[in-house]
């Protein structure tokens, strides 16, 4: 493949000062000290994501508000005006324009049974009716009625139904949630930690970029007087200088890191990007020499078990499920109600003549016949049974009211209503895609059991290596030491090399951040060992509240 020719002649200008070691938006001066305590505080305090997953426990509070909402009673009304205006079609119109006009206004009440799945209802009717009929003895009338009627499942909703389904399915999601929240905090807290200890390896690993700094800078000047003494080569100062500047790059490398590092967790801890702690530099304050929990395999197993919140989530999904199953059961069986009404009529209003239309020509022939009876000697025709109105339906509308609440005229019905499909595809089609839900929720189950099996193996395995990894490294850090010390020794009296040296230098910073390296890696794999066993919060003495 042919290269490009781009920028060969490309050189540095080696004589250009370097820029100052200073910070992007910190002011070096304005430090915060900060505890892992108070970093988790405020993480939890600030951070948006607990701040989302504390909003969707309250929305999941106002979804188990509106799931019971099915069970609120509903009250309806209307009113309105009707005129009605018909022709005589019968010799008992009593007009030969009948016009009725009424002013009517019904009511119901409305609601379901929290038990047992039965469905309420209650209307009642108010009519202020006047007609030109001469057969409407009471005119204007005022005719109230007041029915109970009532609904209660036999098989299909007795035990089980879509409200009460709802409900529980609203207390679970809650649940969930508030799992969910928990979760989350422990997902913050464990981040927390993380970048807490990769800010302080960072600090750390700065101060020895700087000493080795100082270090090569020494011993620069200290080759420079060997040269002007005749003991070494003047390109002695060249491999000095060469180690001088390899050492300024990686000091500046190690701020660059630095700010990443404060900067990632400033990301987790900081109100908002205006908040003043971005312009503070942070200076961490716990003690990285930490101690070292002592727990066995099956101990961390049994407090994962306990504690792990995805587990928790498993369960709940799992008794979701079972809620569906027991809906969509309950679904397939027939549809059988009870069916029952009571209901009582009152009646009163203006009356307009006692006069029958009926039996007035009638009452007339039947007098005349009479009279010539008695002329006749003949027993003159009975008279008819009377028919009068009673006379507590003589008055206006709060008659009315009074006799519909005396009772004296009412009506009951009883019943049974059955819904029988001839198929009834859709819930056993419901039904078996909940049992097949339930076989995937228990082997996700399953599966997330070996996957938090794995978690805690692998961290024990990696706590015991980085505390192994300290010893070595500590180990390695203090030989680095001896050797550096001794290969300058050697140098003074001439039994050794310039590059000798620097290779020490160097090999001794090297072992200065693994053995930094390894310290943090132990913080981090104790912080890894809680989050696997779901003991963050307890671990840091944290209480969340999703409220």
Do not use: C
């Not at 781009?6 to 915060?32: F, M, T, W």
């Not at 101690?291 to 078990?305: E, G, I, Q």
């Not at 039947?366 to 002329?375: A, C, D, G, K, Y």
């Not at 050697?490 to 951040?513: H, I, M, N, P, Y």
Request: proline share 5%; glycine share 4%; hydrophobic share 40%.
């Amino acid at each position: 493949m042919k290269v490009p020719a781009i920028a060969i002649d490309y050189r540095g200008n080696a004589s250009r000062p370097l820029p100052a070691l200073s910070r992007v938006g910190v002011d070096p001066n304005e430090q915060q000290p900060l505890t892992l305590n108070q970093a988790i505080t405020l993480a939890l305090r600030n951070n948006k994501d607990i701040e989302v997953a504390r909003e969707n426990v309250k929305i999941a509070e106002y979804d188990l508000l509106s799931a019971r909402g099915a069970y609120d009673p509903r009250l309806s009304a209307q009113s309105y005006y009707e005129r009605i205006r018909t022709p005589a079609t019968s010799f008992l119109s009593g007009a030969t324009k009948v016009e009725t006009s009424d002013f009517t206004g019904t009511a119901r009440l409305e609601g379901l049974t929290p038990k047992f799945g039965g469905n309420y209802r209650f209307d009642f009717s108010s009519v202020r009716q006047t007609s030109n009929s001469a057969f409407s003895v009471l005119n204007p009338q005022y005719p109230t009625a007041l029915t109970l009627t009532f609904t209660q499942p036999l098989v299909r909703g007795l035990r089980f139904d879509l409200p009460r389904r709802q409900i529980e399915v609203a207390k679970k999601n809650l649940s969930l949630t508030d799992v969910q929240f928990r979760q989350r905090a422990i997902e913050i807290i464990t981040s927390v930690q993380r970048s807490y200890w990769d800010l302080v390896f960072a600090l750390r690993n700065l101060q020895i970029q700087r000493d080795s700094l100082n270090d090569a800078r020494t011993q620069l000047e200290h080759n420079r007087r060997m040269v002007a003494e005749g003991s070494l080569a003047p390109i002695d100062i060249v491999a000095a200088e060469t180690q001088v500047a390899n050492f300024e790059q990686a000091e500046f490398s190690a701020l660059e890191d630095v700010n990443r590092a404060e900067n990632n967790l400033k990301n987790l801890i900081a109100e908002n990007q205006t908040a003043r702690l971005w312009n503070l530099a942070l200076i961490p304050m716990d003690d990285v020499d930490l101690s070292l929990p002592v727990v066995s395999l099956p101990d961390a197993m049994k407090a994962a078990t306990e504690n792990r919140q995805e587990l928790k989530q498993s369960d709940l999904a799992r008794e979701i499920n079972l809620l569906d199953q027991k809906l969509y059961r309950d679904q397939t069986k027939p549809e059988i109600d009870l069916v029952g009404s009571y209901g009582f009529v009152g009646n009163a209003g203006t009356l307009t003549s006692t006069t029958n239309p009926l039996s007035a020509s009638n009452d007339q022939l039947r007098t005349r016949v009479n009279e010539l009876s008695v002329l006749t000697g003949l027993q003159p025709l009975p008279a008819p049974p009377a028919t009068t109105i009673p006379p507590d339906l003589f008055g206006g509308y709060w008659q009315s009211l009074s006799n519909l609440g005396s009772n004296q005229f009412n009506n009951f019905r009883v019943g049974v209503a059955v819904n029988l499909p001839l198929r009834n595809r859709t819930a056993e089609g419901q039904l078996g895609h909940s049992l097949v839900e339930g076989k995937r929720i228990a082997t996700q189950r399953e599966q997330l059991e070996q996957l938090i099996q794995v978690e805690v193996r692998n961290a024990l395995q990696s706590l015991r290596t980085a505390d192994a990894r300290i010893r070595s490294a500590a180990i390695a850090r203090s030989t680095a030491e001896q050797q550096y010390e001794s290969e300058k020794r050697k140098l003074d009296v001439g039994q050794s090399t310039v590059f000798l040296v620097l290779e020490r230098q160097t090999a001794l910073a090297t072992a200065r951040g693994n053995e930094l390296r390894a310290q943090t890696d132990l913080n981090k794999a104790i912080a890894e060992l809680q989050r696997a066993t779901g003991n963050s919060l307890t671990a840091n003495n944290v209480t969340v509240s999703a409220h």
